[in-house]
């Protein structure tokens, strides 16, 4: 046993390589240092506690053996060194071992270590055979340099596992943040709306009974009840905006989902949506599109100061990607908050919307976040006290990925 076995098998343990199917990666490299060194029998060998487990094997038609009669196990010793055994036979470390004496047994051993990125040993590969044998320079450079690939291979199929685990923990994670965010928000609301219900009742019942001082006290609750509400309401969004995947996608044309879109938004009577661009079918994500366009045309009515408001809505559908854009006809954004209106708790300072909210700054970090998503990218434009226009592209799917420009 070597000093470090504990530390060895722990690191051989967190690749959970062991007692796997077969795949055929590593059978291909055991096919080649057989041919390449002209032997009967090749493994990748994983050394374990009490056993020697072949990953991949050509010509011995075993998974396991026991570790006290291996080879490999002596290679581990040298780390950086092949083990070469050109007649066991006549070698006083292998000489009675059971798996050499018996008929047609183990004559020729040459194995590389194969060592993990800390240069702790997991095992060889290995080539042997039933007669005696030397191996070329030649021959053993290509059996080290197989043996690099075993290890490249072992990496990958670790990095990949980890991701994985990874990506179920991070959705699992969302799932519970999501439920989470839920349950805050159905517990804030009800009593928000309980306030606004309330003061709208006491205003009503008793607003010749109140001076003005005392109505604007009234005012003065229900606006932070709304506040309240709309800050829930953002926070849900964006809460939800996490945990898009790709299994969301759908079919729809940019007529519905225009109309999607304004059924949702609480249009004032002198407010205006337009719809310009062409009806093609759209293959993406219709619940984060249109959460998109909702948290921006929203904006577009909460912050226009004018007395007829207009907000257009154009699409374009290109050869790899869906070009979307919203104007208004608003107060306008200045140029130096362009870049930070898309941060998490940025407010644009633009003073309060038609309702007399203020906004919290997680509706276009939330838009940001699923443009993003969806493979694409958003920009605003604006002259101040005139119009805001914000463009967001997103990718085409190609196979069930994004087809990116």
Same mark, same amino acid.
């Given at each position: 046993?070597?000093?470090?076995? #504990? /530390?060895?098998?722990?690191?051989?343990?967190?690749?959970?390589?062991?007692?796997?199917?077969?795949?055929?990666?590593?059978?291909?490299?055991?096919?080649?240092?057989?041919? &390449?060194?002209?032997?009967?029998?090749?493994?990748?060998?994983?050394?374990?506690?009490?056993?020697?487990?072949?990953?991949?094997?050509? @010509?011995?038609?075993?998974?396991?053996?026991?570790?006290?009669?291996?080879?490999?196990?002596?290679?581990?010793?040298?780390?950086? /060194?092949?083990?070469?055994?050109?007649?066991?036979?006549?070698?006083?470390?292998?000489? $009675?071992?059971?798996?050499?004496?018996?008929?047609?047994?183990?004559?020729?051993?040459?194995?590389?270590?194969?060592?993990?990125?800390?240069?702790?040993?997991?095992?060889?590969?290995?080539?042997?055979?039933?007669?005696?044998?030397?191996?070329?320079?030649?021959?053993?450079?290509?059996?080290?340099?197989?043996?690099?690939?075993?290890?490249?291979?072992?990496?990958?199929?670790?990095?990949?596992? *980890?991701?994985?685990?990874?990506?179920?923990?991070?959705?699992?994670?969302?799932?519970?943040?999501?439920?989470?965010?839920?349950?805050?928000?159905? $517990?804030?609301?009800?009593?928000?709306?309980?306030?606004?219900?309330?003061?709208?009742?006491?205003?009503?019942?008793? /607003?010749?009974? %109140?001076? /003005?001082?005392?109505? *604007?006290?009234?005012?003065?609750?229900?606006?932070?009840?709304?506040?309240?509400?709309?800050?829930?309401? $953002?926070?849900?969004?964006?809460?939800?905006?996490?945990?898009?995947?790709?299994?969301? %996608?759908?079919?729809?044309?940019?007529?519905?989902?225009?109309?999607?879109?304004?059924?949702?938004?609480?249009?004032?009577?002198?407010?205006?949506?337009?719809?310009?661009?062409?009806?093609?079918?759209?293959?993406?994500?219709?619940?984060?599109?249109?959460?998109?366009? %909702?948290?921006?045309?929203?904006?577009?009515?909460?912050?226009?100061?004018?007395?007829?408001?207009? +907000?257009?809505?154009?699409?374009?559908?290109?050869?790899?990607?869906?070009?979307?854009?919203?104007?208004?006809?608003?107060?306008?954004?200045?140029?130096?908050?362009?870049?930070?209106?898309?941060?998490?708790?940025?407010?644009?300072?633009?003073?309060?919307?038609?309702?007399?909210?203020?906004?919290?700054? &997680?509706?276009?970090?939330? +838009?940001?976040? #699923? +443009?993003?998503?969806?493979? @694409?990218?958003?920009?605003?434009?604006?002259?101040?006290?005139?119009?805001?226009?914000?463009?967001?592209?997103?990718?085409?799917?190609?196979?069930?990925?994004?087809?990116?420009?």
């Amino acid at each position: 046993m070597p000093a470090n076995e #504990l /530390e060895r098998l722990k690191t051989l343990y967190s690749y959970h390589i062991l007692d796997t199917l077969p795949e055929k990666d590593f059978d291909d490299i055991t096919k080649l240092a057989s041919e &390449i060194c002209g032997t009967s029998i090749s493994t990748i060998t994983l050394v374990d506690k009490d056993r020697q487990w072949f990953k991949s094997e050509v @010509g011995l038609g075993k998974k396991e053996t026991p570790r006290d009669i291996s080879f490999c196990a002596h290679a581990l010793h040298s780390p950086n /060194e092949i083990l070469v055994v050109s007649n066991a036979k006549n070698d006083y470390r292998f000489f $009675d071992y059971p798996n050499v004496i018996e008929e047609n047994g183990i004559v020729f051993y040459a194995g590389v270590p194969l060592c993990a990125e800390n240069g702790l040993p997991l095992g060889t590969l290995c080539v042997v055979d039933t007669k005696p044998q030397q191996l070329t320079d030649r021959q053993l450079d290509s059996l080290r340099a197989l043996a690099n690939q075993v290890v490249g291979q072992l990496q990958l199929r670790r990095n990949n596992l *980890e991701l994985k685990l990874s990506q179920f923990s991070l959705k699992t994670i969302n799932a519970e943040l999501e439920r989470f965010a839920q349950v805050i928000a159905h $517990d804030l609301k009800s009593p928000a709306n309980n306030i606004i219900g309330l003061t709208e009742l006491l205003k009503d019942a008793n /607003e010749y009974q %109140l001076n /003005e001082e005392g109505l *604007e006290l009234v005012g003065y609750i229900s606006d932070a009840a709304h506040q309240l509400k709309f800050l829930v309401d $953002d926070v849900l969004s964006f809460s939800r905006s996490i945990d898009f995947s790709e299994e969301m %996608l759908s079919k729809f044309s940019f007529q519905e989902l225009g109309a999607t879109v304004k059924s949702m938004v609480v249009w004032p009577p002198n407010f205006t949506l337009v719809l310009q661009g062409d009806n093609a079918q759209i293959l993406s994500s219709k619940s984060a599109l249109v959460q998109i366009l %909702l948290n921006l045309c929203t904006n577009a009515v909460r912050f226009n100061d004018k007395d007829k408001g207009v +907000v257009t809505v154009e699409f374009i559908s290109d050869p790899d990607r869906y070009t979307f854009s919203v104007t208004d006809n608003g107060k306008g954004i200045e140029a130096k908050n362009s870049d930070k209106i898309f941060q998490t708790n940025y407010s644009t300072q633009a003073g309060p919307d038609k309702m007399n909210m203020l906004g919290q700054g &997680i509706g276009l970090s939330t +838009v940001k976040r #699923l +443009v993003n998503k969806l493979g @694409g990218d958003i920009t605003v434009s604006s002259e101040p006290g005139k119009w805001s226009r914000f463009d967001f592209h997103i990718a085409k799917m190609n196979n069930g990925h994004y087809q990116l420009p």
